[in-house]
T-cell receptor, first 114, second 111 residues
C-alpha cells in the first residue's frame, strides 16, 4: 500500500463549487504539505503543517484553506472553486526526526474547474 | 526572476549517451540542494542530494558550486528508463524544510 494517499485522484467541478481534497499518510511523519503544480510554474507551496496544532500559509494560499484532522490526515479545501485553480495537486510529508529535507509525495489529484 | 531556474528542454538523447542538466538559484542563503525525478503524471521522488564536494550514485553525479550558485546533474550511459523530468530543488533553511522547486528539465532517451 502507498505511504501517502490522496483522494480523489481526478475531479471535474464547476466554478463556485466547494471542493475538498484529502491526504492520508502511514509514514508517521509530523510534517505535511500541500502543493499545486502548473505547467511552466513548477510546484508551489499552498499550506504546510508541522503538527496537528500548527498550520501555516505557503506562497499561494489565497482561495484555499486546510484542516489537519490528525497526524495522518491533512485536507485541502477550495471554498469556491475558480478556473485558475485547475492544476495538479500534491500532498507531501516529511519526517522531523529523519532526513529533514526529503519530502514524500502522494500520487496527486488532478482538478479541473470549468 | 525565478528563485530556481532550469532549462526546460526537452533533451533528446540516444541510449548510452551522457547528458548534463544545469540549474541556478538566486538565494545565496540556500542551505541544501537536491535533484528530484518526476515521471509523466506521477509524483516527484528524491533522486539525490547535492553536496559541495560532489556526489555520485551509480550513473548519476551531482555537483554544487556555491560561489556561482549553480547545481548540475550528469547522467552517464543513459537508459530508456531515465526518461523523465528532473527537478532542481533548493531548501532555503534546513530547519524550515521549505523546498523551492525548479520547473524541471525533461529528458527523452530514445533507442
Amino acid at each position: 500500500d502507498a505511504d501517502v494517499t490522496q483522494t480523489p485522484r481526478n475531479r471535474i467541478t464547476k466554478t463556485g463549487k466547494r471542493i475538498m481534497l484529502e491526504c492520508s499518510q502511514t509514514k508517521g511523519h509530523d510534517r505535511m504539505y500541500w502543493y499545486r503544480q502548473d505547467p511552466g510554474l513548477g510546484l508551489r507551496l499552498i499550506y504546510y503543517s508541522f503538527d496537528v496544532k500548527d498550520i501555516n500559509k505557503g506562497e499561494i494560499s489565497d482561495g484555499y484553506s486546510v484542516s489537519r484532522q490528525a497526524q495522518a490526515k491533512f485536507s485541502l479545501s477550495l471554498e469556491s472553486a475558480i478556473p485558475n485553480q485547475t492544476a495538479l495537486y500534491f500532498c507531501a510529508t516529511s519526517d522531523l526526526q529523519g532526513r529533514l529535507d526529503e519530502q514524500f509525495f502522494g500520487p496527486g489529484t488532478r482538478l479541473t474547474v470549468l | 526572476r525565478k528563485e530556481v531556474e532550469q532549462d526546460p528542454g526537452p533533451f533528446n538523447v540516444p541510449e548510452g549517451a551522457t547528458v548534463a542538466f544545469n540549474c541556478t538559484y538566486s538565494n545565496s542563503a540556500s542551505q541544501s540542494f537536491f535533484w528530484y525525478r518526476q515521471d509523466c503524471r506521477k509524483e516527484p521522488k528524491l533522486l539525490m542530494s547535492v553536496y559541495s564536494s560532489g556526489n555520485e550514485d551509480g550513473r548519476f553525479t551531482a555537483q554544487l558550486n556555491r560561489a556561482s550558485q549553480y547545481i548540475s546533474l550528469l547522467i552517464r550511459d543513459s537508459k530508456l528508463s531515465d526518461s523523465a523530468t528532473y527537478l532542481c530543488v533548493v531548501n532555503r533553511d534546513t530547519g524550515f524544510q521549505k523546498l523551492v522547486f525548479g520547473t524541471g528539465t525533461r529528458l527523452l532517451v530514445s533507442p
